[in-house]
């Protein structure tokens, strides 16, 4: 991407977009009477000769990831007749996905390796760097010490802080205590969260320590929260009971008066810094003294007669009350594989064509996991010479509430260690899981501002260096149960307004990484509609108008129906999969994707302008009805894409190309039209059993020498 390129059209851009937008208007209230939607648009694209807003190379910048899946889909995924399918889609670099990072688990990479106390098979896991045979597939182990009740891949887990078995312990992360971080532990204080489901009367606890236990701590509760998004960063939400700083040295297990005044509360807040550094049996790993733990708590009334009434709910699953912790030792067994949750094995994604050949972006395990295990990753990566250059930093971490600043703790140890190994290494993160699409303000605890504590502790130790890159995920709309042509006209300006907020707070000229993106993040209908399609592809669009650097499209592997409401089966998918690996039908997806690489993304290995572009036609919200991206290709040729967002109208459009600095229109008859509607693609909705009813490729024509042409309902078209 050339840096100056972008900065000097966003320049241009700004300076008359003001003007084209009321030029717009006037085309648009001068050929109607009245504020009804007209049938007739122009599409302007402003061309800026040697400013483009951005710049990239589509084999190295438009990609797919390949995530974790369920036990026994990747067998039936990746086979070599199925990964041939899935290439022609045109997508070209790939991103590995970490489920694992999700499940809150280890990933053992490869199957062979060693723990630390290896006589029980147990403690701290580091995967061989070498292997006798390739590796197929891989698995996560769960964690007998974890703290959360959910989590966000198959969440059959549970926290050990309130099972109801004091056998089991939750226990913090080691690597955040300051014999790693080599700071004060005020830095990273740990805390647990219990949410009691609804708000009760409260004045005692009693938490029942394991070892390292914590010698002092402090107990708070929310106030002024909203409990559907409950958010434990948000400013001014916690507040201090009575007696809110517990002395932890003598007594530990007793029950603890937290305020003469029962207060109404729901969810409460245990934070600890000062560890007693004992660990719970004789150990010569000195990870087994760091951190905090703790058996069970309990949250309750403690009456006048003192009987303690405990509010909480402890079982080993789901109906327990939920918790919540700030981080997670990784110590775990050899018997605690789960093989529900499975990843493709490193040699056969690099080795069965996944890849193209082409650098792959690779994932680093950092909330749950040890650097030494990451280290063995990649230096397997390196002696068998498999193609990567940048690795994303852990996964979701804003989603499991983990702070900031140990996020960047964990972060900065890692990337040292990378960099020693490899100086050539890009590090990026943190692959939120979402971004805010609102505006910027004070009231809320935003990404933009999780990212700029981040920032601020790797500025302060001098390793800003370490930050190459920022990715996230975008998955812009969890209800799949309203009308999908108002997410479709609403979604562009969402994307704009969240890079906007993160853009802000970033260093210049930061790379910017969206390394899942689809409808959704849950599954529904209308992702394999038409309208799915659509949407990809004006995330796609928007993220490349806007300066985005590399984008992968989730479900680039073929998958199953699933339904997260009671309101449809479908997936983020490019391909349908039966119940013996074969691929049974192609989405409308597939055919969207393949038009924008094959014929809006060309040429496919050379660099390509991005130049905006408007449309006149705007429903009553100021929203543009119709999406235009316009790429200008180094001889000189043209290739717009244009996204029809209404359910039931045809526009007559034509497409003008203004000189903005010679002031002039630019003469273009294009040659091609391929266009993709509902007169190609329709769903059949019958359960899991759902396919398409009509399922033809997109149609290819002649202009013949106009420049006029039509949108129909729901479609894409490309221009060239």
């Not at 056998?167 to 992360?173: G, P, V």
């Not at 690779?362 to 996991?369: C, E, G, M, S």
């Amino acid at each position: 991407m050339t840096t100056q390129l972008i900065k000097d059209g966003m320049k241009m851009f700004r300076f008359i977009t003001g003007k084209i937008i009321l030029l717009f208007f006037f085309i648009t209230f001068a050929k109607t009477s009245s504020a009804q939607a007209v049938n007739k648009g122009i599409i302007q694209i402003l061309y800026s000769p040697g400013h483009p807003v951005n710049t990239f190379i589509p084999s190295e910048n438009i990609g797919g990831a390949v995530d974790g899946h369920f036990k026994g889909d990747i067998d039936k995924m990746l086979t070599p007749e199925n990964i041939s399918k899935m290439k022609l889609s045109g997508l070209k670099p790939v991103s590995y996905r970490l489920r694992t990072e999700l499940a809150g688990e280890v990933w053992h990479w490869n199957p062979n390796g060693k723990w630390s106390d290896s006589f029980k098979q147990q403690g701290y896991w580091i995967s061989d760097s070498v292997t006798s045979k390739p590796i197929e597939l891989s698995y996560g182990y769960r964690l007998p010490r974890r703290g959360n009740t959910f989590d966000q891949a198959n969440n059959d887990g549970y926290s050990r802080i309130a099972d109801g078995d004091t056998a089991t312990f939750w226990k913090s992360n080691p690597y955040l205590d300051s014999f790693y971080t080599h700071e004060s532990n005020n830095l990273h204080p740990q805390w647990v969260i219990v949410d009691l489901g609804k708000k009760y009367r409260i004045n005692a606890i009693q938490i029942n320590w394991g070892n390292p236990y914590a010698l002092n701590y402090k107990v708070e509760y929310a106030k002024g929260n909203d409990p559907q998004y409950f958010d434990p960063y948000e400013p001014g939400i916690w507040h201090s009971f009575p007696q809110n700083n517990i002395d932890n040295s003598k007594e530990r297990n007793n029950i603890k008066k937290i305020s003469e005044k029962p207060i109404l509360v729901r969810f409460i807040r245990f934070s600890f810094t000062k560890s007693s550094y004992t660990a719970y049996k004789i150990s010569k790993d000195i990870r087994d003294k760091l951190g905090f733990a703790i058996k069970e708590v309990e949250v309750g009334m403690l009456d006048a007669k003192g009987n303690f009434h405990d509010r909480m709910h402890h079982f080993a699953n789901h109906d327990q009350s939920v918790v919540y912790v700030s981080s997670t030792d990784p110590w775990h067994t050899s018997k605690d594989i789960d093989y529900n949750v499975e990843q493709p094995g490193i040699d056969r994604f690099f080795t069965d064509g996944l890849t193209s050949n082409l650098p792959a972006l690779i994932p680093a395990a950092l909330l749950y996991d040890t650097p030494e295990n990451v280290l063995a990753l990649f230096k397997y990566l390196r002696k068998n010479n498999y193609k990567f250059n940048e690795v994303e930093m852990g996964e979701e971490p804003e989603g499991q509430l983990v702070s900031p600043t140990d996020y960047a703790a964990l972060y900065f140890q890692l990337g040292k260690k990378l960099k020693s190994l490899d100086g050539n290494i890009k590090m990026g993160g943190p692959c939120f899981a979402s971004l805010s699409s609102e505006e910027e303000d004070s009231t809320t605890f935003t990404e933009a501002k999780w990212t700029t504590l981040f920032l601020n502790y790797l500025k302060s130790h001098k390793s800003i260096d370490l930050f190459n890159f920022f990715s996230f995920e975008w998955y812009p709309f969890d209800d799949l149960c309203t009308p999908s042509a108002p997410q479709l006209v609403a979604a562009p300006a969402m994307l704009s307004m969240a890079m906007k907020n993160i853009r802000n707070v970033l260093p210049a000229n930061t790379p910017m990484y969206v390394t899942e993106y689809g409808y959704s993040a849950y599954e529904g209908r209308p992702e394999v509609e038409i309208q799915g399609a659509l949407m990809y592809a004006d995330i796609l669009g928007k993220f490349m108008e806007l300066g985005g650097s590399k984008s992968f499209l989730y479900g680039y592997e073929p998958a199953f129906l699933q339904q997260s409401f009671n309101c449809g089966y479908g997936n983020n998918m490019l391909m349908g999969l039966n119940d013996e690996g074969k691929i049974s039908y192609k989405t409308a997806a597939f055919y969207t994707t393949q038009m924008i690489s094959h014929y809006w993304a060309q040429p496919s290995d050379s660099i390509l302008e991005i130049y905006p572009a408007e449309c006149n036609l705007i429903n009553k919200k100021m929203q543009s009805l119709i999406s235009a991206y316009a790429v200008h290709s180094s001889s000189g040729k043209w290739s717009v894409m244009l996204i029809n967002k209404d359910a039931r109208k045809t526009f007559n459009m034509v497409i003008k190309i203004e000189d903005a600095i010679g002031r002039k229109i630019i003469s273009w008859t294009p040659s091609h039209l391929i266009q993709y509607s509902g007169q190609q693609y329709q769903w059949q909705a019958v359960g899991l059993n759902g396919h398409p009813s009509k399922n033809l490729p997109p149609v290819f024509k002649n202009f013949g020498g106009t420049s006029n042409f039509s949108l129909p309902p729901f479609s894409l078209t490309v221009i060239n």
